[in-house]
T-cell receptor, first 115, second 115 residues
Framework: AQKITQTQPGMFVQEKEAVTLDCTYD???????LFWYKQPSSGEMIFLIY??????QNATEGRYSLNFQKARKSANLVISASQLGDSAMYFC????????????FGKGTRLHILP | DAGVIQSPRHEVTEMGQEVTLRCKPI?????LFWYRQTMMRGLELLIY????????DSGMPEDRFSAKMPNASFSTLKIQPSEPRDSAVYFC?????????????FGQGTRLTVV
């Protein structure tokens, strides 16, 4: 079954600390894509980072990096030097395979950055 | 580019009424997705289209829901008759899927309240 699991419903982190948001996935197709989105309280969905299943290196975008562990089917988001503006809901998502290009989402993790 | 445009932004309707949500995808994008977001169920994929053709509607909750994409620049999601449990934020997203595993670009969403 194609599934995204985010086990942390909520997290509290001190400003300037690094944050790791967990995500595990399940798909039987060897070619798939993984995404992270941010949803602030205003409600819009903001794309953060993408990792392809055949990418040799972990994706990075500014303060965001994706810790991709293929054997463990894990795609954790790491935010370095967290800022107050990082407080938001974070969703892990997957495009399950070459023949199936829908994008499905996990339940999300609500991140609170404390001053 | 104007991005994905959804209308209306807010809709309040009475139970039993027909509701139509509208979406204009980004020009040139050939995949379109409809999602529903609730606190309980998170972000659910309802249906997605490739080149105006519905590919997977397994997420459509019941026969009261229908979606169409008559051309590449317009899609509708209709609920008839509406029920209070349909209250949610409905997102439309589009993606240039000829480039494999490209992220989906989201509209601002329609907040539907059924009373």
């Amino acid at each position: 079954a194609q599934k995204i699991t985010q086990t942390q419903p909520g997290m509290f982190v001190q400003e300037k600390e690094a944050v790791t948001l967990d995500c595990t996935y399940d798909t039987s197709d060897p070619s798939y894509g993984l995404f992270w989105y941010k949803q602030p309280s205003s409600g819009e969905m903001i794309f953060l980072i993408y990792q392809g299943s055949y990418d040799q290196q972990n994706a990075t975008e500014g303060r965001y990096s994706l810790n991709f562990q293929k054997a463990r089917k894990s795609a954790n988001l790491v935010i370095s030097a967290s800022q107050l503006g990082d407080s938001a809901m974070y969703f892990c998502a997957m495009s399950p395979g070459y023949r199936d290009d829908k994008i499905i989402f996990g339940k999300g993790t609500r991140l609170h950055i404390l001053p | 580019d104007a991005g994905v445009i959804q209308s209306p932004r807010h809709e309040v309707t009475e139970m039993g009424q027909e509701v139509t949500l509208r979406c204009k995808p980004i020009s040139g994008h050939n995949s379109l997705f409809w999602y529903r977001q609730t606190m309980m169920r998170g972000l659910e994929l309802l249906i997605y289209f490739n080149n105006n053709v519905p590919i997977d509607d397994s997420g459509m909750p019941e026969d009261r829901f229908s979606a169409k994409m008559p051309n590449a620049s317009f899609s509708t999601l209709k609920i008839q008759p509406s029920e209070p449990r349909d209250s949610a934020v409905y997102f439309c997203a589009s993606s240039p899927r000829e480039v494999r595993n490209t992220e989906a670009f989201f509209g601002q969403g329609t907040r539907l309240t059924v009373v």
